[in-house]
């Protein structure tokens, strides 16, 4: 399914005379990982160390793990480059995976009917072909747009879980967003940034859903409380990341300071990974802020049953914005 280029890989690692490399991979493409190890040594005689640690996006990159086994190269899969600052080589290998653009179009156009405008967007393995989705649905008169890709997200309709510029940078309104891909992960996020109807589309098995604008509103509920639940706590731990894409060490120590301010304890937890076996250890905190991805916070973390806020909910509480300022596009930060 995925295009893994392993003969463009070799080719690189040749060119590089790397001798040490490290393959990082997201959950889906680890069934194949011993596989391409294999073609990869064989190919390049290079030695190839696979990463087991999470792979969430290119802000999870394996950096500080690729000096601590000292390899030459880094190959990461599945993303376009988002960290700026890395002390290694990385090569990045997008993965695309072909869909059938026909049959996607044909499985769409019920769900989107009354639709004159619509915004096209997909992660990076899709969106070679959004041009062509935009074409089969102009013959069935509907005006379809790609937002131009900038900064974290280069390619044009690329969106990510922290960023949907690509959706909110269009030439025109739109009646509504169509995301072809898997999952509801994205969805929520364009709806968000957004405010229109989204429905996604699954290249994998032709299947359409409508985002329900209900869920968005139940999800306000729900950060509204979490927001109230915290002008009453005394103590709160305020959650740094050391991934080198999510990292905000600075941010976290100014939110830390104000909270101290108005006379609530608060310090900082430096971790990798934000999982409720980490925090449920932590048991005098009250409620958690994460400075880290803002998805964390809003989709949740199974198993914690404290809140945990976002840093733009953070600046809620403290009183520097008001929540009609923030809902929107801007609250992913």
């Not at 090569?91 to 499985?107: F, G, H, M, Q, T």
């Not at 968000?192 to 299947?207: D, E, F, H, M, R």
């Not at 990798?272 to 803002?294: G, H, K, M, S, Y």
């Amino acid at each position: 399914m995925y295009e893994l280029e392993l003969e463009k890989v070799a080719t690189e690692i040749g060119k590089r005379g790397a001798r040490r490399i490290l393959l990082q991979l997201p959950d889906g493409m680890r069934p194949f990982a011993f596989q391409m190890a294999e073609y990869i040594q064989k190919a390049t005689s290079a030695e190839v160390i696979i990463s087991g640690d999470s792979c969430y996006g290119a802000c999870d990159l394996a950096s500080r793990q690729a000096v601590e086994l000292g390899v030459e190269l880094l190959i990461h899969y599945g993303h376009t480059s988002f960290v700026t600052e890395v002390s290694i080589p990385v090569l990045y290998v997008e993965a695309r995976i072909p869909i059938d653009v026909s049959k996607i179009v044909e499985a769409i156009l019920p769900s989107i009917e009354g639709w004159g405008k619509v915004g096209l967007t997909s992660t990076v393995q899709h969106t070679p072909q959004l041009r062509e989705v935009a074409e089969e649905l102009g013959l069935r008169g509907v005006k379809a747009f790609i937002g131009e890709g900038a900064g974290i997200t280069p390619e044009a309709g690329q969106v990510l879980g922290c960023s949907y510029s690509a959706a909110t940078r269009l030439p025109e309104v739109v009646d509504g967003y169509i995301f072809i891909g898997g999952g509801r992960f994205h969805a929520l996020g364009l709806a968000l940034a957004t405010g229109k109807p989204i429905v996604v589309a699954n290249p994998y098995n032709c299947s359409v859903t409508r985002f329900d604008e209900s869920e968005l509103m139940q999800l306000a509920k729900r950060r509204m409380a979490a927001i109230n639940a915290t002008r009453t706590v005394k103590t709160i731990g305020v959650l740094v990341s050391s991934k080198p894409g999510q990292s905000a060490l600075t941010e976290a120590m100014i939110i830390a300071e104000k909270l101290r301010n108005i006379e609530k304890t608060s310090f900082l937890i430096y971790l990798d990974e934000v999982r409720a076996e980490q925090l449920n250890n932590f048991t005098e905190p009250e409620v958690f802020i994460e400075t880290a991805c803002p998805r964390i916070a809003i989709d949740g973390v199974a198993g914690v049953e404290r809140p945990i806020l976002t840093t733009v909910e953070a600046r809620i509480l403290l009183g520097e914005r008001t929540w009609e300022e923030m809902w929107g596009p801007g609250y992913l930060g």
